[in-house]
């Protein structure tokens, strides 16, 4: 059974990588979405092959946040800060790529904009999670979850993050709905929003 008390759904993969006289009822790796908000999912049983002898096994399991067959349905993304500010670019997808080469951040896009700019949602959105208390960022791979950001979930079940902004500027929370141009957060000083 898999439980989501969260306000996204949760993509899960579970597997069995050691079984003794033990067997799931279905198909392994098991690849799921659990609903939001109270979902609960049946994933599998699991089974003795040979009734009255000892069994046992081990489970493996990893999950992410949204739903691994959500898709971009075509809705434009509008820039992710006010109408009538222009900034430079830092990096982006096609050009050159200094620090975004993991698989998971092959689309994002650094703009580099002074301290306390407001950062907007660029679509509307589901707000599922937020950081605010870093105090320090920065290249250091041991730094890489220390970004304050938020994460909205799109109604294709697509999701945008927003990193590094300001240590206490998350201006949203979890479970609040947003529209596109919304202020999330503001940037911080000297960094990439």
């Known amino acids: 059974m898999a439980r989501n008390d969260g306000p996204a759904p949760v993509s899960v993969r579970v597997s069995f990588p050691m079984t003794v006289n033990a067997r799931a009822d279905r198909p ?16 599998a049983h699991v089974k003795l092959v040979l009734k009255g002898a000892s069994s046992t096994f081990k ?4 999950w992410a946040l ?22 430079r670019i830092g ?30 949602a660029a679509r509307d959105g589901l707000v ?4 605010a208390d870093q105090l320090w960022g920065g290249i250091d791979p041991r730094l890489k979850g220390a970004a304050n950001s938020v994460e909205i979930l799109h109604a294709d079940g697509t999701i945008a993050l ?17 529209a596109a141009g919304s202020v999330i957060g503001l940037s911080p000083e000297s960094v990439f929003a």
Do not use: C, W
Request: aromatic share 10%; proline share 15%; hydrophobic share 30%.
């Open 59 to 62: 489970t493996q399991s990893t």
């Open 128 to 131: 599922i999670k937020t950081q």
């Open 162 to 178: 927003y990193a590094h902004l300001a240590p206490g500027g998350v201006r949203v929370y979890p479970g609040q709905r947003v």
């Open 66 to 87: 949204g739903d691994f067959n959500g898709r971009p349905d075509g809705t434009p993304y509008r820039l992710p800060y006010p109408d009538g500010y222009t900034f």
């Open 91 to 120: 990096q982006a997808p096609g050009g050159p790529i200094t620090t975004h080469t993991e698989p998971d951040a092959r689309f994002a896009v650094d703009i580099t904009m002074p301290e306390g700019t407001p950062v907007v």
């Open 28 to 43: 392994t790796p098991i690849y799921s979405v659990v609903p939001p908000n109270g979902g609960v999912l049946h994933l």
